[in-house]
């Protein structure tokens, strides 16, 4: 894709993931939509289960856990108290940064 093109656009769906790799590998787009599917399958299931996610030159995909904390109503301005969650937070890689980055300098 082109540079113009990818600033103009906000997500990736999986669809486009699938007719890349369909188009970069030659899978058919059925194969590769379920190649998608089962990646992320993978993902979600290791983070379900709590491990952390390292994806070499891109990032890792930690949970957390979160406490307890008070917080407020933005429409009505009460009080309450938000729960404890967990959360996935990315770290990017030192690579990926660089990239980011490259034009900057």
Do not use: C, H, W
Request: glycine letters at 6%; hydrophobic letters at 30%; charged letters at 35%.
């Amino acid at each position: 894709m082109n540079e113009q093109k990818e600033a103009d656009k906000g997500n990736v769906t999986r669809k486009e993931l699938s007719l890349s790799i369909n188009e970069r590998l030659g899978i058919s787009q059925r194969n590769a939509a379920k190649m998608v599917d089962t990646i992320f399958a993978a993902m979600k299931d290791t983070l379900v289960n709590g491990e952390s996610l390292k994806l070499v030159q891109f990032g890792t995909l930690t949970v957390r856990g979160k406490s307890p904390r008070r917080g407020r109503n933005p429409r009505t301005g009460e009080t309450m108290t938000i729960t404890k969650r967990k959360m996935v937070t990315f770290r990017p890689s030192k690579r990926l940064r660089e990239l980011l980055n490259e034009d900057e300098n």
